[in-house]
């Protein structure tokens, strides 16, 4: 696996830009600058991130999002 994050990706299971590898590997995303822990999904190139918004579900128990656009700078946490 390449040291560059990848462009697109989605920390659930169901959807196509889920990667396994790199979610083991950790992902860390600053948005904007901040430091954020709670991102759904990101995706560099179009510069948005998805995050829950508060504790309300849809219809099949996910999570709903709201999508932020911003700077979007993923990387990989530092093995120790």
């Known amino acids: 696996m390449s040291d560059t994050p990848p462009d697109r990706l989605s920390n659930d299971p169901r959807s196509p830009h889920y990667d396994e ?6 992902i860390g995303i600053r948005f904007n600058g ?5 991102v759904e999904e990101y995706c560099v190139s179009e510069g948005w991130i998805r995050v ?4 309300a ?4 128990g996910q999570p709903l999002t709201v999508k932020l656009r ?3 700078e993923p990387y990989f946490h530092l093995d120790a």
């Not at 590898?21 to 950790?26: D, K, L, P, S, V």
């Not at 901040?34 to 709670?38: A, I």
């Open 21 to 26: 590898a790199a979610m083991n590997r950790g």
């Open 34 to 38: 901040d430091e954020r822990r709670d």
């Open 52 to 55: 829950a918004a508060g504790r």
């Open 57 to 60: 579900l849809d219809r099949r």
């Open 70 to 72: 911003g700077t979007v």
